[in-house]
T-cell receptor, first 115, second 112 residues
């Protein structure tokens, strides 16, 4: 069990550029979640998938954000036309869903800095 | 109604002491209440979790107390150690595996 992995771990970009993050969940976990965490705050929910279906999206997820999980395994989160307010830690978590009654395991996160 | 309120924001405890962090919620549909520990630059790590059908759960030095009628739950860390110094988050979810709603976090510092 290698845990949830995220790449890259750090990303520095200029305002207006597009960025893409990848999350590899724990194998056999059918649910995958994205959260955003700013300094001094708790993680905020963005979206989650069950297998390849995107089941819920937060209103925090503006139309500049898109997430995919094409084959029900890894997931990508893309931010288009980045803004300085997008600077945050982006966290991915996975779980067995209802079978595990909610236990989510988090990855190390991708820290994004928009200049 | 979706909020989880956590207090205190920061806590300083002497080594060997008891650390207590409190959380309150409004949504009675929440059915799962985990606590996460987070070190700087790392992702949150699950510490302990409880469901509303029990009033207390203990794992080692960590205990969750749950008061369903008051819609409150708390984390007790017994015999606190300097290695426990971290930020602690309470959270809640519903529908057995939905999104987690996190509290604002408590930065714990255990002094030697």
């Amino acid at each position: 069990d290698t845990g949830v992995s995220q790449n890259p771990r750090h990303k520095i970009t200029k305002r207006g550029q597009n960025v893409t993050f990848r999350c590899d969940p724990i194998s056999e976990h059918n649910r995958l979640y994205w959260y955003r965490q700013t300094l001094g705050q708790g993680p905020e929910f963005l979206t989650y998938f069950q297998n390849e279906a995107q089941l819920e999206k937060s209103r925090l997820l503006s139309d500049r954000f898109s997430a995919e999980r094409p084959k029900g395994s890894f997931s990508t989160l893309e931010i288009q036309r980045t803004e300085q307010g997008d600077s945050a830690m982006y966290l991915c978590a996975s779980s067995l869903g209802a079978a595990a009654r909610g236990t989510q395991y988090f990855g190390p996160g991708t820290r994004l800095l928009v200049l | 109604q979706q909020q989880v309120k956590q207090s205190p924001q920061s806590l300083i405890v002497q080594k060997g002491g008891i650390s207590i962090i409190n959380c309150a919620y409004e949504n009675t549909a929440f059915d799962y209440f985990p606590w996460y520990q987070q070190f700087p630059g790392k992702g949150p790590a699950l510490l302990i979790a409880i469901r509303p059908d029990v009033s207390e759960k203990k794992e080692g030095r960590f205990t969750i107390s749950f008061n369903k009628s008051a819609k409150q739950f708390s984390l007790h860390i017994m015999d606190s150690q300097p290695g426990d110094s971290a930020t602690y988050f309470c959270a809640a979810s519903q529908n057995q595996g939905g999104k987690l709603i996190f509290g604002q976090g408590t930065e714990l510092s255990v002094k030697p």
